[in-house]
């Protein structure tokens, strides 16, 4: 365990589909970082809401929900596996609804707290590159590197589009991208730690870019603010 001071933290924050879990991975990988997505923690919860036939945005409902459950992210060979009440949920919280309800119930400040001391306490512990919405706003204002990662809705669309289509799911272009940009309205427009760069964030506009050159840019940007170097 590190002194929490000496750990290093990169927050990577933005819309849906920006890539910031294939960015933060690749990153966390070249820097030897523990890599956290904080987005399956909030789609662990809105599956359970799911799992009970709880409407994701019934803040009572849910709220009473947060007492009688239990989420766990364990790390294991650089991935992040989440559980609910001891069961392994694997890509069952990647399902499109799972979207839908992990936005909503990410609404309702009983949620954001429930998270909070969980995502607070791996970042203490390790040196990190956290992803999410309020990293580098609200869990990690220490952050040393904030990234504000986005693409036009469209760009975003199409990349979840394909990658849908890869995985051989159902995919319609049109409704991906009103789903997308539904869910950038409700993230950035809620109460409580809405979508938007921290004031010391860089703005990386990735639109055009393949994954490979936004990690090119990523690495270099940490090396001259970090003064860190590639562990492979
Ligand atoms: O990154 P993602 O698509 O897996 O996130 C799912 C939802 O969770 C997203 O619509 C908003 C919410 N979220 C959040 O409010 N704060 C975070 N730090 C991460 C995700």
């Given at each position: 365990m590190m002194d929490k001071k000496t750990t290093l933290k990169i927050a990577i924050d933005g819309p849906g589909g920006a890539g910031k879990s294939t960015l933060a991975k690749s990153l966390s990988k070249k820097l030897?970082?523990?890599?956290?997505?904080?987005?399956?923690?909030?789609?662990?919860?809105?599956?359970?809401?799911r799992e009970r036939g709880?409407?994701?945005?019934?803040?009572?409902?849910?709220?009473?929900?947060?007492?009688?459950?239990?989420?766990e992210a364990r790390f294991e060979g650089g991935r992040q596996d989440m559980y609910l009440d001891g069961e392994?949920?694997?890509?069952?919280?990647?399902?499109?609804?799972?979207?839908?309800?992990?936005?909503?119930?990410?609404?309702?400040?009983?949620?954001?707290?429930?998270?909070?001391?969980?995502?607070?306490?791996?970042?203490?512990?390790?040196?990190?590159?956290?992803?999410?919405?309020?990293?580098?706003?609200?869990?990690?204002?220490?952050?040393?590197?904030?990234?504000?990662?986005?693409?036009?809705?469209?760009?975003?669309?199409?990349?979840?589009t394909n990658e849908l289509i890869e995985k051989g799911q159902n995919a319609v272009y049109e409704q991906i991208l009103a789903d997308i940009k539904?869910?950038?309205?409700?993230?950035?427009?809620?109460?409580?730690?809405?979508?938007k760069p921290a004031d010391d964030a860089i703005l990386f506009n990735n639109t055009g870019y393949t994954p490979e050159q936004s990690l090119a840019e990523l690495l270099e940007i940490a090396k001259d603010k970090l003064g860190v170097s590639e562990v492979c």
């Open positions: 030897g970082f523990a890599y956290v997505d904080t987005g399956a923690i909030y789609r662990t919860v809105g599956f359970a809401a709880i409407a994701p945005d019934d803040a009572a409902a849910v709220t009473a929900m947060l007492g009688e459950i239990k989420v392994f949920l694997g890509d069952r919280i990647r399902e499109h609804d799972i979207s839908h309800y992990a936005s909503a119930v990410s609404a309702i400040p009983a949620v954001r707290d429930y998270l909070f001391d969980m995502q607070r306490s791996i970042a203490d512990a390790n040196n990190v590159i956290m992803d999410g919405r309020d990293i580098g706003t609200v869990i990690l204002p220490d952050a040393q590197l904030k990234v504000f990662l986005t693409a036009t809705p469209e760009e975003r669309a199409m990349r979840r539904e869910r950038d309205e409700r993230d950035s427009s809620r109460a409580v730690a809405p979508l």
